[in-house]
């Protein structure tokens, strides 16, 4: 006699059991899961990640290496109205002006992430007008129906960042189109060195340039490196304070604007804010993230930014400056730049063709070879 079981039968299902699905990620290491988030760095994308489960709630503020990509930014002078992507032009505006403060557009899964309690129990879900909180306390800044975090927030419930890097939307010296202007600091409590590399117009090279520069080397530069007496007359001379102060200022309010973030991650090895342009870096090591921690910064009087001390200056010009790869730099200009009570001389210049990414590091290092000029600029 023949035995016919329906699939609805429970001894079918005993002898046949259904197959479950298996979340292989159940499978791995909280260490390997570490490395990927670590990978990751993005704090947007590590804040829907911890929204994904109870496990990843958890392994989220252990990441180590943050990304933190600002998208807008709002002036101290008007929070209710988002700044124009374009700044005005450095030459036409106040350096003094540009102070900002740094916001983030909300997330609803980052928005999530920030509101995690001591619990370790996965926080529901949640509409995004949840994020729409009044009032600018704890960083928070509600904008049109728009709530904004500030980084400080944003990264609060990060334990063990140890490398962190935030990037501006823009530069925040407008200057003209074919300008070239980028500067790169380092801070402890005070400026400990700037470098800024300017050139008034940037021809890029030609097909042609391109062939040459690949089959013939390098031209040695004829010339003593000395500036020509039309850069006194002409407003040269004036246009490259004007550039140097400028990218003095935006260094300084970035070192002010990072304090919080520095008192709060005290695991901290390196930390770098740049800005989409590429303009300025500031970067800060181990040592001198701990040393404004144990000596607090000067704050300028006139703004919110970290006061710049006495500065010895060197200065490295050429009229027209051609680079391996065809690239002509017209008014070429290299300033570096240490307090004037730094225990290192500043006519040692072996850090300053470190200083930037190619083609510009190469211009760099050619302009170290040309007449030097020195400077002294008072503190402000």
């Known amino acids: 006699m023949a035995i016919i079981l329906r699939s ?11 197959p479950q699905e298996i979340d292989h990620f159940d499978n791995l290491p909280d260490s390997i899961l570490l490395l990927i988030f670590n990978n990751i760095g993005d704090v947007k994308a590590l804040g829907r990640c911890s929204v994904v489960s109870k496990r990843f709630h958890s392994l989220i503020p252990q990441v180590e290496n943050v990304f933190v990509r600002v998208d807008c930014v709002i002036s101290d002078d008007d929070s209710s109205s988002l700044l124009s992507d374009k700044p005005r032009s450095v030459s036409a505006a106040s ?7 740094l ?3 909300p997330l609803q899964a980052l928005g999530q992430f920030l509101k995690r309690s001591g619990s370790s129990s996965l926080p529901s879900g949640s509409s995004p007008s949840s994020l ?19 980084p400080t927030q944003v990264l609060k419930n990060f334990d063990e960042i140890k490398f ?3 990037e501006l939307p823009s530069g925040e010296l407008g200057i003209d189109d074919g300008v070239l202007l980028k500067w790169r600091a380092e801070f402890g409590s005070t400026l400990e060195n700037c470098v800024i590399l300017g050139a008034s117009s940037v021809i890029p090279p030609t097909n042609s340039d391109k062939t040459e520069a690949s089959s013939a080397p390098v031209a040695a530069v004829e010339d003593n490196g000395s500036i020509p007496e039309s850069f006194y007359t002409n407003g040269g001379l004036k246009l490259r304070v004007v550039w140097t102060i400028s990218s003095l200022i935006a260094a300084s309010a970035r070192h002010y ?3 919080p973030i520095i008192a709060e991650h005290k ?13 300025g870096v500031l970067c800060m090591n181990r040592d001198q993230l701990e040393e404004l921690r144990v000596k607090p910064l000067s704050a300028s009087s006139a703004s919110k930014r970290t006061l ?3 500065l010895n200056m060197r200065l490295w010009y050429a009229p027209s400056l051609e680079l391996p790869d065809g690239t002509v730099l017209k008014g070429a200009t290299l300033v570096a730049i240490r307090p004037s009570e730094s225990k290192k001389e500043v006519c040692d210049v072996s850090w300053v063709s470190s200083a930037f990414d190619e083609p510009y590091g190469v211009a760099a290092k050619m302009l170290v070879k040309r007449r030097t000029y020195c400077l002294e600029m008072n503190s402000f």
Request: glycine share 10%.
């Open 8 to 18: 609805s039968d429970p001894l079918l299902s005993r002898i046949h059991p259904e």
């Open 95 to 101: 350096p003094f002006s540009a102070i900002f403060r």
């Open 308 to 310: 710049v001390p006495a």
């Open 132 to 150: 729409l909180i009044s009032g600018g306390d704890d960083g928070e800044i509600e904008q049109g129906g728009v709530t904004h975090h500030s």
């Open 164 to 166: 962190l890097k935030i």
């Open 103 to 105: 916001v983030f557009k």
């Open 267 to 279: 695991t901290l090895d390196s930390l770098v804010l740049t800005d989409v342009d590429g303009q």
């Open 257 to 259: 604007l990072l304090q």
